[in-house]
């Protein structure tokens, strides 16, 4: 009688062994996506963060500062007027970028 439940013990060793390697195999596969995606959200919002910091950097740099000393419309209006407005208005469609960006990457990877 021990013959036969010695020469299974292999046999079950074999199917458990087998069904233990499909569930580890089957659980990692499903937390790499998880990990990958993780990393790709991480990335996307790292380059979104420093696109939109070196375009908010770049405005400011284009930014002079003018005294409105040499005409009387420049007591009203400094002479760089123009310039900041385009500055601010870019400053806020990049903003805008950003928040839409972000939102989208937010929802879609479910940060």
Same mark, same amino acid.
């Given at each position: 009688m021990p013959a036969p439940a010695i020469l299974g013990i292999g046999w079950l060793? @074999? /199917? &458990?062994?087998? &069904?233990?390697f499909a569930v580890v195999n089957f659980f990692a596969r499903f937390v @790499?996506?998880?990990v990958a995606v993780a990393l790709a959200a991480i990335a996307a919002v790292g380059l =979104? @963060?420093?696109a939109f910091v070196a375009t908010i950097d770049g405005l400011m740099g284009g930014l002079i500062t003018?005294? +409105? &000393?040499?005409?009387n419309v420049g =007591?009203?209006? +400094?002479?760089?007027?123009?310039?900041?407005l385009g500055i601010y208005f870019a400053g806020r /469609?990049?903003?805008w970028v950003f928040s839409v960006n972000w939102y989208i990457i937010s929802v879609k990877w479910s940060i």
């Amino acid at each position: 009688m021990p013959a036969p439940a010695i020469l299974g013990i292999g046999w079950l060793a @074999t /199917v &458990l062994g087998g &069904l233990v390697f499909a569930v580890v195999n089957f659980f990692a596969r499903f937390v @790499t996506q998880k990990v990958a995606v993780a990393l790709a959200a991480i990335a996307a919002v790292g380059l =979104l @963060t420093a696109a939109f910091v070196a375009t908010i950097d770049g405005l400011m740099g284009g930014l002079i500062t003018a005294f +409105p &000393l040499s005409a009387n419309v420049g =007591l009203v209006l +400094p002479q760089n007027f123009e310039s900041s407005l385009g500055i601010y208005f870019a400053g806020r /469609v990049a903003y805008w970028v950003f928040s839409v960006n972000w939102y989208i990457i937010s929802v879609k990877w479910s940060i």
